[in-house]
C-alpha cells in the first residue's frame, strides 16, 4: 500500500510564500506522475501543478508564475513551493502519485495539509 504524507501548511499573509512536501512510502520512479491539488471550501477538488517521471510540469493557468513543483528522487520527495500567495489559494493541498498501466490509471492520496493565506 503507498503512503503519502504531506506538510508544509499553515497560515501566512498574502503575499507570502510556504512550501508543502509530499513524501512517498516507495520509489517516485515508480508513479508516472505525481502531483498536487487543492479544495477550497464549498468547492471541487482542482489540480494545482503535477510533474511527470520524465520530469515534464504542467500548472493550472490560476499559479502559473507563483507556484513550482519539485522532486527528490533520493528522498521520495515532491514539493511544491507556493509564492506569492492569495487568499484563493487558500484550502486543503492534497498530494497525489499517479501509476497507468495500458489505458488504466490509479491514484493514490495523501491526507491533506491545510494552508490559509489570510491577514
Known amino acids: 500500500q503507498v503512503q503519502l504524507v504531506e506538510s508544509g501548511g499553515g497560515l501566512v499573509q498574502p503575499g507570502g510564500s510556504l512550501r508543502l512536501s509530499c513524501a512517498a512510502s516507495?520509489?517516485?520512479?515508480?508513479?508516472?506522475?505525481m502531483g498536487w491539488y487543492r479544495q477550497a471550501p464549498g468547492k471541487e477538488r482542482e489540480l494545482v501543478a503535477f510533474?511527470?517521471?520524465?520530469?515534464?510540469?504542467n500548472y493550472a493557468d490560476s499559479v502559473k508564475g507563483r507556484f513550482a513543483i519539485s522532486r527528490d528522487n533520493a528522498k521520495n520527495t515532491v514539493y511544491l513551493q507556493m509564492n506569492s500567495l492569495t487568499p484563493e489559494d487558500t484550502g486543503v493541498y492534497y498530494c497525489?502519485?499517479?501509476?497507468?498501466?495500458?489505458?488504466?490509471?490509479?491514484?493514490?492520496w495523501g491526507q491533506g495539509t491545510q494552508v490559509t493565506v489570510s491577514s
Open positions: 497525489n502519485a499517479r501509476t497507468i498501466v495500458v489505458f488504466t490509471s490509479t491514484d493514490y
Open positions: 516507495r520509489s517516485i520512479f515508480s508513479f508516472d506522475a
Open positions: 510533474i511527470q517521471s520524465r520530469g515534464l510540469t
